[in-house]
């Protein structure tokens, strides 16, 4: 039975480095990326990501299908998902409507229930702030964390970054 | 000697859910819920919670006075408070002022002090985002923090819920 | 050789008074205040800390050089820094160009490498709500998590406090 890995965290705390430390027994290695680089602000982080890996993975961006992205990855491997809230935000930037949004993650939660291959996902804690004054702030993080909790349900192990520091959510 | 057990945690990240089943075992079960519907938004959030609860629970609303709530409620079964940040909200804006506030929060704590019946209280982490731009929420925020160390001093365990898991800040 | 213990939480998460109490078996104690009175709201709450701490220490303020006064502090004693994320907002503040940060965050670095004493750091977390739509406060908090990121590194044990409860990120 292949491995389904969460990592979350919230921002600069450590996940994504961490995550790929995760991935480093592994060959071969595939980074999916759902950023989208729409500023240079995005290009510049990207960029940085980028860097960081160097070329231990092949790097294949997806911003909506992940689910397609990771069944089209080598068997045998591992494929790193990095993240899932950038992937929700696309979404709601692409696709709209809840209806839609819904099918996608059901279509990712379907291979993580039977993985191809082993899995890092990461993803973003953004709900522990003040509720913000904005609407669709609002409606995204009661997303995100929906989406994070079905995902995490999935996993065989999970772990929240702090400050760099993994604490342990879910262990075998 | 009662079990007064806190779940704290961020928005949609399992408290409720988590709070219910650690209520399971407990007969009879009050649900004593803060939350007021002042919108769609909410009606549709409160709704949704009782559609998750079903039958098993008695339901009271009570958004300011839940030490005598929990005082009346039914003796050997357990009371789940859901949640105290939309009560401390509640307090901010039917009392106002802090001194009225703080009589209200040191009534609460006599009760978890000497608990008449197990009892399980779900709050919000609010403060981990960047500070607020608004005063208010930024005051908000304060008090949140210090309501929920306060509380979390009198509990007999405490869980932090991240993405669904609990992690255990006490234990027995 | 000796400690560098960091603890880092949200806002009245009880950071300060953790600290201060893993503080208290350690002659001579320094407390390195890197607050600055702007206005009243940060008066009262420097009043209300000093009040905390009572006489068991002696105050240092510093809100740009702390590596210096903590070289400058009681060799055989404890320096407490309360806290790195305001030391962060002052330097943005006064120093404003990345590079003149870095500096005085490397002479950090440097300090905690080979620490003159023990030292306790309080820092916050800032990155666990949703992405500020303010420029500067995203800026402040990709900052303020590397920042983390990098003390946590160098520390010999770590703790996040949660509702005035620690969880322990490293231990010895």
Redesign the interface.
């Known amino acids: 039975m292949h491995e389904v890995i969460?990592v979350?965290?919230?921002?600069?705390?450590?996940k994504s480095s961490y995550a790929l430390r995760l991935a480093e027994p592994y060959h071969p290695r595939t980074f999916l990326a759902t950023a989208e680089a729409f500023d240079d602000?995005m290009r510049d982080r990207i960029g940085r990501h980028q860097d960081e890996r160097g070329e231990a993975f092949t790097t294949v961006e997806e911003p909506l299908f992940i689910d397609r992205a990771i069944r089209d990855a080598p068997v045998g491997g591992v494929v790193l998902v990095d993240c899932l809230t950038v992937w929700l935000g696309n979404m709601m930037h692409h696709l709209g409507d809840e209806g839609s949004i819904n099918d996608r993650i059901e279509a990712l939660l379907d291979v993580l229930k039977s993985p191809p291959c082993d899995i890092i996902l990461v993803?973003n804690?953004?709900?522990?702030?003040?509720?913000?004054?904005?609407?669709m702030?609002?409606t995204?993080?009661?997303l995100?964390?929906?989406l994070?909790?079905?995902?995490?349900?999935c996993s065989t192990r999970?772990y929240?970054l702090?400050?760099?520091?993994p604490?342990v959510?879910?262990q075998h």
Not at 148 to 153: L, P, Q, S
Not at 162 to 165: A, D, K, P, R, W
């Open positions: 969460y979350t965290g919230g921002a600069r705390s450590g602000e993803s804690e953004v709900g522990l702030g003040i509720v913000p004054e904005n609407a702030a609002r995204f993080r009661d995100a964390g929906t994070n909790r079905r995902v995490a349900e999970a929240l702090c400050s760099g520091l604490l959510l879910k």
